[in-house]
């Protein structure tokens, strides 16, 4: 099982959709979870950090399932702009290691 | 504002050349990355460093170096440049709290 798995798309929605993605993990002792944006030919930038609780910010919730070991972002009222490519990061154990990526799932909205 | 600077956006670079890729971050930080991301693979590690003079390979290390002489620069040096190591660079740099901040990219060619 590779260390963290993603359905790599391209998920193709209409402006106005909701589209959820799920990240799976293997390492159970994996510390801190982050959803990344990457645009096409751009570096990957930081769209949120997944915390235990679950967190919202504006229309994207990202959740966290330990048990299950997988990660979700929800996107809600999608637009155009939303169009790109988005990672799945784990960090396995505590600072001075490695992020480990997911290779990303794909995300088109068309008007 | 966050900044991590890669030194080149795009490189084109003889077989068997020595390449040094360098990396400045101006955020303190002790984590610093090279990863290399090609079509259908995602991101991976080639080496990371968790302190000045301190490095550790990753995933992909073969064909390649890193200096870290000091804390806000990280180098990757291709020993002798190969055609499968045209590829896009990226550094990042990492935070306490986990989350990494990226530079723009180096785009590779090696011809």
């Known amino acids: 099982r590779k260390e963290v798995e993603q359905d790599p798309g391209p998920f193709n929605v209409p402006e106005g959709a909701t589209v959820a993605f799920n990240c799976t993990y293997s390492?159970?002792?994996?510390?801190?979870f982050f959803w990344y944006r990457q645009d096409c030919r751009k570096e990957p930038k930081l769209l949120m950090s997944?915390?235990?609780s679950g967190n919202e910010d504006g229309r994207f919730t990202a959740q966290l399932n330990r048990a299950s070991q997988y990660i979700s972002l929800l996107i809600r009222d999608s637009k155009l702009s939303d169009s790109a490519t988005y990672l799945c990061v784990v960090i396995p154990n505590q600072a001075g290691t490695a992020l480990i990526f997911g290779k990303g799932t794909t995300l088109s909205v068309s008007s | 504002d966050v900044k991590v600077t890669q030194s080149s956006r795009y490189l084109v670079k003889r077989t068997g050349e020595k390449v040094f890729l360098e990396c400045v971050q101006d955020m303190d930080h002790e984590n610093m990355f090279w990863y290399r991301q090609d079509p259908g693979l995602g991101l991976r590690l080639i080496y990371f460093s968790y302190d000045v003079k301190m490095k550790e390979k990753g995933d992909i290390p073969e064909g390649y170096s890193v200096s870290r002489e000091k804390k806000e620069r990280f180098s990757l040096i291709l020993e002798s440049a190969s055609t499968n190591q045209t590829s896009m660079y990226l550094c990042?740099?990492?935070?306490?709290?986990?989350?990494?901040?990226f530079g723009q990219g180096t785009r590779l060619t090696v011809v």
């Open positions: 390492n159970s002792a994996s510390q801190s």
């Open positions: 997944v915390y235990s």
């Open positions: 990042a740099s990492r935070s306490p709290q986990g989350s990494a901040f």
